[in-house]
């Protein structure tokens, strides 16, 4: 059986949107983990997992199935490809995150290039005031300011959505070529060819915004062929994107025309520099991209000669960006092959040593230090000689890993696979380690001499510092040649922080992954652009918060550079955006609490009809017993079938009930549908859930009629005191069984006080009118034996619990007189003076104040156990597993153990209930034994 998906793979696929099950299927199909996104998304087709519905689909299954079309035409970049299937909740933004761009399909190259433009306030402040014409003409220049309008529309909420990320759709489907034709979206689209339309049509935009025309023609750079095809513009004046994006390039060309010195000049917008690879760092490369030999220039008369040409950087721009140009051309393979040589850049660099304006004296300190660098380049070489050995090899891992080998050649292990049997190689391995001390020794010498020597070139710069550029961002590379995927690193100068900007998740990173990444330590992931902007524009970001990220709710949110920016219109415009959003996710939310109440009220509603059905059959031999107390819709069910053969006439109400308890469920707040706080809107949405689920007999009606709202108020009071009788009910037998009589007449007397003004028929008047004349036939019929003592105490509480002549309209014939016989039958078995003091206080029903202050004493345990018996019974939260109701059993069993207890004094009370005329001493006597 194939080995389990282990859990971060299986999390990584649920991430994409697939389901277990479907994961589970492509993982036993594959032959390895490669596989398995392949056949995934083939599965996925045939099982029509994520094909349009005949309802409108949810934007987040669009965005899936964007993304995995992408998948499908690159799927070597589908690894790093963003699947998200979220709620509405889950896309709001966290506080202090900059806002995503949803990828609409093989984007991601350019969502990193706006994410870029975002973070220049200059570009962005330009864009949020642009003020269109009253009337916009059709074509190309129309198309520009349409742009314009929605990459404004687009900063706006990047910059106050409450969102996780927002939709850049309508700018790129605005971006046209020369021709006004609009470009297609979803090929692996040319970096560069499309930034170079994109910032041309703004460039337009803004152009016609003032009345002026393009200032931006566009013109193809010759270059070597690469992903990213170098586009350029010949600058007719200076605008707002050439001022911010592009650097102004004179070109400077010597050459040898019919033995006389030649030269041409020009100017030249670039908006990426671009720079070799094999230069292996920016200040080589950008050395060489300024000066450059050509061996075989053809001059005007076609003569082959030898040209020296100059790319000079004219003034400073305010962003200087890169394009490492990572992508040849294999005549073997007839296809563009990537490079992933490792490439270093610093955080900082000097613009000073390009300028055209230094040219001279650059050139002088480059002469000067062309010996130093042919040294280092001889050194790099000979260090190569080791780390590359064959052109494969790390010489000495090589010489290591062969010592270790040797050494393993002894009898001392012979199960080893790779011991060949006892070899004495002493000698070889001293050798070996003589060689690799001599090879990690030259290596030490030639690496501190490369050293020396760039700190000697570097220090010759020491002067040209007063131009420095810190980097903004990286635009990062992942996959090969004709496919992959693209994301951003871009660093927040004020926090300090760099955030990873991967289309819709943008996320804090570490210094350390970011250069990792850029730097091409890991083969297929390397940098493609680097931006730098100048020191001025970073200083500038510290002393002033440009951006500070914050949602809406937040209490400094739009108090930012960037928030300044918008007008009244545009607030109240992300304002509305927001509502919208956060009454997405309301409706959202409620969506999903009631199908949670749908799935609790299904659950309950079963349960209090199966439980209350089994309580019924089980109890039905029981002719006296009280009200199921389980929960509160099975005590009004039970409350019903009392007062009526037909017990439906509360179902409407239960219902109500039943959903009240599941709303408190599994609302946030707890709150349910009697607690006035829900809106009408929520309500109707419920009732409209529930008359599709559930049919009539199980639904509750649209609305609680008046009088059924009248009924819940008084059945809330009525079990609520029911809860409380029967805790104090179920303690006094308990206390009875105990034969603590003291504390029984405390209870009773407490219990007896609260049912008084109680309808007669309700069951705990009876209980307790019962009580009031069994428990005085206990406490002195068990003292008439002469055997038995008496309890001299018991017969003083007991006097002062008559003395209230609890029920005295009820009790039996001749009653007092037959307490008097009892009392007199104890006296002349046991002679006690103590029992004719208290027969005394019986006949003149005299009120001894400490034994009236004792009966009403209930002490702080009862109390406690009634109110921890009590609380166990909710109006509103209870539970749905299979719960002992507690105080019925103690109730109905507790009246059972009291009659086998105590039969005889029962059987005495029956006798003087029937008999109507009390029972005389001999015959108490002849019952009692």
């Excluded at 896309?91 to 984007?107: A, E, H, I, Q, S």
């Excluded at 520099?273 to 230069?279: E, F, G, R």
Aim: proline share 3%; aromatic share 12%; charged share 25%.
């Amino acid at each position: 059986m194939k080995t389990p998906i282990n859990s971060e793979l299986l999390d990584q696929y649920i991430g994409m949107g697939f389901s277990r099950e479907l994961i589970q299927m492509a993982w036993e199909e594959s032959n390895n983990e490669s596989e398995v996104i392949n056949t995934l998304l083939t599965l996925a087709d045939k099982n029509n997992a994520l094909s349009n519905t005949p309802t409108k689909q949810d934007e987040e299954i669009l965005l899936n199935q964007a993304l995995i079309d992408s998948y499908k035409t690159n799927p070597q970049g589908g690894a790093t490809t963003t699947f998200e299937n979220v709620s509405p909740e889950q896309r709001k933004r966290n506080n202090g995150v900059p806002c995503g761009l949803k990828n609409v399909g093989n984007t991601c190259y350019f969502n990193g290039l706006l994410q870029t433009y975002f973070f220049n306030s200059d570009f962005v402040k330009i864009i949020i005031k642009f003020q269109p014409p009253a009337q916009i003409e059709q074509g190309k220049q129309g198309q520009s300011i349409q742009l314009v309008q929605h990459l404004q529309n687009l900063f706006i909420s990047m910059i106050g959505s409450d969102k996780k990320y927002v939709d850049p759709s309508d700018v790129v489907k605005s971006i046209c070529d020369d021709f006004g034709n609009v470009l297609p979206i979803g090929d692996q689209k040319d970096v560069g060819e499309f930034n170079h339309y994109f910032l041309s049509r703004i460039g337009e935009g803004l152009a016609y915004n003032e009345h002026q025309p393009s200032k931006i023609e566009d013109i193809p750079h010759e270059g070597g062929s690469s992903i990213l095809k170098q586009k350029s513009s010949t600058v007719h004046d200076d605008d707002a994107v050439s001022k911010l994006f592009f650097c102004k390039v004179h070109h400077f060309l010597q050459f040898d025309q019919a033995g006389v010195p030649h030269s041409r000049d020009s100017t030249e917008l670039y908006n990426f520099i671009p720079i070799d690879l094999k230069d292996g760092n920016l200040y080589d490369a950008f050395d060489n991209f300024v000066i450059n030999s050509i061996e075989d220039f053809k001059n005007d008369l076609s003569e082959i000669v030898c040209a020296t040409k100059y790319n000079w950087i004219q003034g400073t721009p305010q962003t200087l960006s890169f394009q490492i140009q990572r992508v040849t051309y294999s005549k073997e393979k007839n296809d563009l092959i990537k490079q992933n040589d490792e490439f270093y850049f610093e955080e900082e660099i000097y613009l000073d040593r390009f300028l055209n304006q230094n040219s001279k004296k650059y050139l002088e300190i480059r002469t000067q230090n062309k010996e130093l660098k042919d040294k280092q380049k001889k050194i790099k070489l000979e260090l190569q000689q080791f780390s590359k050995f064959d052109d494969k090899y790390d010489l000495q891992d090589i010489l290591l890993t062969t010592i270790k080998f040797l050494e393993m050649q002894t009898k001392d292990n012979p199960l080893n696979p790779l011991n060949f049997g006892d070899s004495n190689q002493k000698l070889t391995i001293d050798h070996l380690l003589k060689y690799s001390q001599q090879v990690s020794k030259k290596k030490e010498v030639l690496q501190q001499s490369y050293n020396n020597l760039e700190q000697k070139i570097q220090a010759s710069y020491n002067n040209f510092k007063e131009n420095k550029y810190i980097l903004q961002s990286i635009l990062i590379h992942e996959g090969m040649a004709n496919s992959g995927h693209y994301y951003t690193y871009i660093k927040d100068f004020r926090l300090d922080k760099w955030f990873k900007f991967n289309d819709i998740r943008v996320t804090e990173e570490t210094k350390e992954k970011v250069f990792q990444d850029a730097f091409g330590v890991k083969p297929g992931i390397n940098a493609y652009l680097l931006v730098y902007v100048k020191n001025d524009v970073v200083q500038e970001e510290l002393r002033y918060p440009k951006r500070l990220y914050k949602i809406s709710s937040e209490k400094d949110y739009l108090q930012d550079g960037y928030g300044g920016f918008l007008c009244k219109a545009q607030i109240d415009s992300i304002t509305r955006e927001n509502q919208l959003f956060q009454n997405e996710i309301e409706d959202y939310k409620q969506a999903r609490i009631i199908e949670r109440v749908a799935e609790s009220y299904q659950t309950r509603f079963e349960f209090v009809n199966e439980h209350f059905r089994t309580i019924i059959n089980k109890t039905q031999g029981i002719k006296f017993k009280p009200l199921f107390t389980l929960n509160f819709p099975i005590y009004i069910k039970c409350k019903a079938s009392q007062l009526s053969n037909q017990n439906t006439q509360h179902d409407n109400l239960v219902k109500w009930i039943i959903l009240d308890s599941a709303l408190r469920e599994v609302s946030e707040k707890k709150q349910g549908v009697f607690d006035g706080q829900l809106s009408e809107d929520f309500k109707n949405k419920i009732i409209n859930k529930f008359s599709v689920q559930f049919n009539e007999f199980k639904r509750p009606s649209a609305k609680l009629a008046y009088s059924e709202q009248n009924d819940l108020n008084k059945f809330e009071q009525e079990y609520q005191q029911y809860v409380n009788l029967g805790a104090w009910a179920s303690i006094s037998l308990d206390c009875l069984q105990k034969k603590d009589f003291i504390q029984t007449l405390q209870v009773l007397q407490h219990l007896t006080k609260k049912v008084k003004m109680l309808d007669q028929q309700n069951y705990f008047f009876k209980f307790a009118k019962n009580l009031k004349t069994l428990v005085p036939l206990i406490i002195i019929c068990k003292m008439i034996p002469k055997e038995n003592e008496v309890n001299i105490k018991e017969l003083q509480l007991l006097q002062a619990y008559m003395v209230h002549n609890h029920f005295q309209y009820d009790d039996p014939k001749n009653w007092k007189g037959q307490i008097r016989i009892m009392l007199n039958a104890i006296i002349e078995n046991h002679e006690c003076q103590g029992i004719k003091e208290v027969i005394a206080n019986f006949e003149s029903e005299n009120k001894i104040k400490e034994q009236m202050d004792q009966l009403e004493f209930v002490c702080e345990e009862v109390k406690n156990q009634q109110i921890i018996l009590s609380s166990s019974y909710e109006i509103n939260f209870w539970n749905t597993y299979q719960k002992q109701d507690i105080i019925f059993d103690n109730l109905v069993e507790g009246m059972n153990k009291l009659k086998q207890q105590f039969g005889v004094y029962v059987q005495i009370q029956k006798e003087i209930k029937e008999v109507q005329a009390p029972l005389v001493k001999e015959q108490l006597e002849k019952m009692i034994k």
